[in-house]
T-cell receptor, first 112, second 115 residues
Framework: GENVEQHPSTLSVQEGDSAVIKCTYS??????FPWYKQELGKRPQLIID?????GEKKDQRIAVTLNKTAKHFSLHITETQPEDSAVYFC???????????FGIGTKLQVIP | NAGVMQNPRHLVRRRGQEARLRCSPM?????VYWYRQLPEEGLKFMVY????????ESGMPKERFSAEFPKEGPSILRIQQVVRGDSAAYFC?????????????FGSGTQLSVL
């Protein structure tokens, strides 16, 4: 089955700086890579996703890049704000349905 | 659209009791996924169901755990004879179809505490 590795496990940045979270996956057949944000005690919420036929996608301050050859994808948050503080999960989907495998999560702290 | 609804939000059980967790998918969604989240860990896939069918239960323990998604009513995750190790947050997610063109939407989860 699919295995997703995520790092770092914790990340502290100053407000206004950029944050980068990196993930690798094992199944070369994986074709969809969502990123979820989970605030304490709340549900995971999709913030951005990318499909395997795209190398980069951007949505305001958030961008995701995908390197299929290296089986590596990353989340970039620019101009971080205190409300960006949360746990971020990367995930990869393989197979014909929405069974996604999640990374272990990155706890991001944005220091005002 | 009320979103994915899970209840109860919090469930306390003593060892040996049964836990029933309910999930109503978003309107129009016929695919339900259950995930378990242990403290300080990621989300682990448990089971994928369509109406009246279990499609993939590869992540669900073979004993004590069962899931169903009847034609009418919510999806139910049932844990019999709970043990302390079952304490976790259980999240349900739904999607309208399986072909990957639609995103997963999560419910608010049920926090199960086993005393």
């Amino acid at each position: 089955g699919e295995n997703v590795e995520q790092h770092p496990s914790t990340l502290s940045v100053q407000e206004g700086d950029s944050a980068v979270i990196k993930c690798t996956y094992s199944d070369s057949a994986s074709n969809y890579f969502p990123w979820y944000k989970q605030e304490l005690g709340k549900r995971p919420q999709l913030i951005i996703d990318i499909r395997s036929n795209v190398g980069e996608k951007k949505d305001q301050r958030i961008a995701v890049t995908l390197n299929k050859t290296a089986k590596h994808f990353s989340l970039h948050i620019t101009e971080t704000q205190p409300e960006d503080s949360a746990v971020y999960f990367c995930a990869a989907r393989s197979g014909g349905y929405q069974k996604v495998t999640f990374g272990i999560g990155t706890k991001l702290q944005v220091i005002p | 659209n009320a979103g994915v609804m899970q209840n109860p939000r919090h469930l306390v059980r003593r060892r040996g009791q049964e836990a029933r967790l309910r999930c109503s998918p978003m309107k129009g969604h016929s695919h339900v996924y259950w995930y378990r989240q242990l403290p300080e860990e990621g989300l682990k896939f448990m089971v994928y169901l369509q109406k009246e069918n279990i499609i993939d239960e590869s992540g669900m323990p073979k004993e004590r755990f069962s899931a169903e998604f009847p034609k009418e009513g919510p999806s139910i995750l049932r844990i019999q004879q709970v043990v302390r190790g079952d304490s976790a947050a259980y999240f349900c997610a739904s999607s309208p179809r399986w072909d990957g063109e639609e995103k997963l939407f999560f419910g608010s989860g049920t926090q199960l505490s086993v005393l």
